[in-house]
């Protein structure tokens, strides 16, 4: 499992993480794609499902919050980047107003088996991505 960068300013925890069976769909679709990103969808199309779109294609503004950056970056190569690899860094969104009501929530990010009906890039692939939350301790969550 890979834990996002914390990117709000006054937390100590990260807000999102991914599996490693997740991750590794990302990498996948990374290299079909290019560079990802999530938006958190509010129940729309798929319910509350976390949508992938090649980075760019949804716009995001003032009414979005960024909760952190997925690194599914690989380790290894001699390329003269850090670490030895391109950075693969995929940002995670959610809309202002959904988030006044997840604000105490940690997202997971997973994937299991069958079709979402949303507009995501891993629906070809018959699986779908999905969120696993948590509550997060008090004093790390944004009030």
């Known amino acids: 499992m890979i834990e996002a960068d914390v990117v709000i300013e006054g937390e100590t925890q990260s807000r999102v993480a991914a599996t490693d069976s997740a991750v590794a769909l990302l990498r996948r679709l990374w290299e079909q794609h290019g560079p990802l990103m999530f938006h958190q969808s509010g129940g729309c199309c798929d319910g509350s499902s976390p949508m992938c779109y090649p980075a760019g294609e949804l716009f995001t503004s003032a009414a979005d919050v ?49 079709r979402g009906s949303g507009f995501s890039v891993e629906s070809p692939e018959g699986v779908r991505f999905i969120i696993r939350s948590r509550l997060m301790e008090t004093s790390d969550a944004f009030v």
Do not use: N
């Open 66 to 114: 960024l909760l952190g950056h997925l690194d599914i970056s690989e380790s290894g190569g001699e390329d003269g980047t850090e670490g030895g690899v391109e950075p693969q860094s995929i940002e995670f969104w959610m809309s202002t107003e959904q988030f006044a009501y997840w604000r105490h929530t940690h997202l997971t990010v997973d994937v299991v088996p069958g």
